[in-house]
C-alpha cells in the first residue's frame, strides 16, 4: 500500500539541484511519486524523500489565502 495517494500535497527534501519544495503527488513511477512542483515541473521522489504538508503549507503554493 503506497504511504501517499495521488493529488497529496507533500514537501520533498533538497536532491541534486533542485531544493526542498512542496508539491503534489500527481502519479506513481520507478522512483516512487511523480509530485509537480509550483513551476509545474515534475519530479520523481521516493517515499522516504516525502513529508506530507499541513494546509498552511498547501496555501502558500497555491496562493489562497482563504479571503473571500
Given at each position: 500500500?503506497?504511504?501517499?495517494n ?19 503527488v ?36 497555491c ?6
Amino acid at each position: 500500500m503506497p504511504k501517499f495517494n495521488v493529488n497529496d500535497w507533500v514537501r520533498s527534501v533538497a536532491v541534486g539541484s533542485k531544493e526542498s519544495f512542496v508539491g503534489q503527488v500527481t502519479g506513481f513511477c520507478e522512483a516512487g511519486y511523480i509530485v509537480r512542483c509550483a513551476e509545474n515541473k515534475r519530479w520523481g521522489r521516493s517515499d522516504d524523500q516525502l513529508d506530507l504538508v499541513n494546509d498552511d503549507a498547501k496555501r502558500l503554493v497555491c496562493g489562497f489565502t482563504g479571503a473571500a
